[in-house]
């Protein structure tokens, strides 16, 4: 077995955000799952990730609009996806 690296592992976005294994490496395994699906429920969710990172938090307006907009996109995206297959 060579160090550093990484089998690739077949299964559902929920599995994936359950795995330790997944988030250790991805940190965040919905993003990773949203980047390999791309579609555009996938999409919504990375534009929203993107303008939340680029969000000033002092404008408390446009903060509270960008973490919303996190949050819904997410639930969505597991609404939609969390059965679907994906290769990580």
């Known amino acids: 077995m060579r160090i550093g690296t990484m089998s690739k592992m077949k299964m559902t976005v929920e599995q994936a955000m359950k795995h330790p294994y997944v988030a250790a490496i991805y940190v965040d395994p919905l993003i990773a799952a949203a980047r390999e699906l791309s579609d555009s429920v996938s999409m919504r969710v990375l534009r929203a990730s993107e303008t939340l990172s680029a969000t000033d938090m002092d404008n408390e307006h446009e903060w509270d ?19 679907t297959e994906v290769t990580l």
């Open 65 to 83: 609009r960008a973490t919303d907009e996190f949050y819904e996109s997410r639930r969505v995206f597991v609404d939609v996806h969390a059965k």
